[in-house]
């Protein structure tokens, strides 16, 4: 007995070390069939028609559309939104169910594993054999089947007995029929029966990852189809064979460590799958660094935690040195090997490529301690660039150039910014330099990183340098002061009458140059310049009524040239501030009232005096009837205000137009007076319209009927 089952247990397992491994076809996008291969499901009691219990997931990556399930239990079906749900009331139901979807694109099986059943699948070799049990308690006349198994992959020929069914006495006309998924449910004709032996025989190769375990029922009836041994359960376990390789999830990993890291500083895990029994050493798995790229300056740089897949770091760390080492990217070639590392493993290869970053434990470098620049006077922009060397990884904080002035710049002429391509320092004159003032600065710049760097390492005398910068002359323009130049004139002033004297200097104070004027914008044409002196005399009357008079202020420009080489000028204000003279009468608004001819009220009209003039020159006024006899009848002017007053009439006039002579006098010293007229319309008027005379006002009609006279006496 002892010897059968070594020979047994030696069979099996060169069986499952010898088989060969499956080749894992890969696929891009969709994968028709089912896309979870295995479920569990908790049956813990009876269950109801109609309840749902899990959702398979089945994708014929054609839409579905027609796609039918089969069950092998037929007390259970998958519903239209792939639901796995009782077709009736279930008082229990089997360890194992096996789902088969398919359509015209795809053909695929899932199975369902059910907690709590009366029948458990055999774990162990032992349990799968049977040995060391009990022998199953056996009513009178049940059946009894002793444990069978069957190695997955197995090759022909076909069919291979795996087992017997022994009935309770010498069966005389009876028959053995076989019975669940796997028989004469779907996957159907993997197991067959001998009718007349009981003997079960397998047809093809099995699939352990596809479905681990068959659960059947044998019994046995006569010729007329009369059970005679009631059904018995039982279950063919496939064990598995060592035929999927270890698969990592991608085919290259990342890491990063910092350099300088201590010694046994995790970079990253590496994590490789089985798809074999995780019970047995088949999906145990190994891992190993094989290669290393480059190999310097150890081929050890890297260990990998064998079970765990962790890779740490070995080299030192003042070996992990960034800026000394011959890469900063390292490329370690990963196997997982599975039966726990063993010689007959299988194996599976990835690639980590680990990045070795940066700290900050260089200090930035000038790369020379001085730098010359030059300048010319008034000009600004880039003068220089400084550069600078810094052995830290590039575009980054721990690389990337700051600078400041120290010292050498007082008025702020001067500002230093980072170009971002090349980290060099562009010193800017951003205020004009003066060469008479100041034709040499010295400067003295520093640099540092954006990070901080590291405690150890601190900036030294090669992170500051000078920078002489020379300021070459140039000939400057004259300038003008003061600039604008304001005056102060009264307008009507005789032509040729002085204005001012401009004054313009030359810059350029060590040299000798002389300076002319001239006219550069003279809008109105009122002023010349002398070209030497620079004096300003009146070439036309000044009016401070001109249209080019704005808020009593005349503005002129003029050009200062000096006879340098080349020449260079300068531009000049000149505004002239300008006081009023009484040189403008005054007038009456408005010209034109209307009164109605029945009007109760004799008041005609309110009139205004205006004045081009100013203060004191314009209001107040007075305004008075004019100097022709017999106007005081009918007419009476009375005063307001200063600048308005009431015309009246003293009696009612016909409709007519009237022509009322009226003096305004001003207030300047000596005043201004202006005889006007006002037409007086005497109008008839109604509740909704005023009818008016359009024809010449009475005053008209009299001169010209004295004009008619006088040409008829001269006849």
Known sequence: METGLCILLTFLLQQIAHAGGRADGGHDGCVPGFQVKSYQLVCSGPLQKGQPLLQVAFDDCAGNEDVTFEVSDPNFHVDGHLILVPRRDVEFCGPLLVVHGFSSHADDTAQVNVSGPPVQ?????????????????????DLLVPPMIVTENQRAPFPRVIGKVIPPEKPVHHIFRLTGPGADQYPKGLFTIDIDTGEVSVSRSLDRE???????????????GNVMERPVTFVITV?????????????????EVLEGSPTGTTVMTMTAFDADDPNTDNAVLRYNIIRQSPDKPSPNMFYIDAEKGDIVTVISPTLLDRETLPTTTYELEIVAKDMAGSEVGL?????????????????????????????????????VNLTVDDRDDPATGAWRAMYSIISGDPKQSFEIQTNPDNNEGMLTVVKPLDYETTAFHTLLIRVENEDPLVPDVGYGPSSTATVHVTVEDINEGPVFFPDPLVVTRMENIPVGSFVASLNASDPDILEIQSIRYAVLSDPAGWLSVNPVRGTVNTSASLDRESPYVHANKYTALFVATDNGTPPATGTGTLIIHLEDYNDNAPFVVPSVAQVCEDAGDMNVAVVGGRDKDLLPNAAPFKIELGKQPGLDKTWRVTRINSTHSQIMLLHSLKKANYQLPLLITDSGVPPLSNST???????????????????HSHRSRLVLLATLLLVLLCL
Do not use: M, W
Request: net charge neutral.
């Open 121 to 141: 699948s055999a774990n162990t070799l032992r349990e799968v054999l049977g040995l060391g049990q009990k022998p199953p308690y056996r009513s009178k006349r």
């Open 210 to 224: 596809a479905i681990d375990s068959y659960q059947l029922e044998v019994s046995t009836t006569d010729f007329s």
């Open 239 to 255: 064990i598995d064979q060592n035929d999927n390789r270890p698969i990592f999830k991608e085919s290259r990993y990342t890491g």
């Open 347 to 383: 194996t599976g290869t990835a690639t980590a490529t680990i990045t070795i970053t940066d700290k900050n434990d260089h200090a930035p470098e000038f790369t020379h301690p001085l730098f010359e620049a030059r300048v010319h006077e008034g000009s600004t922009g880039v003068v």
């Open 677 to 695: 007229e006002v037409k007086v319309q005497v109008c008839i008027c109604t509740k909704t319209k005023r009818y008016c005379s359009s024809a």
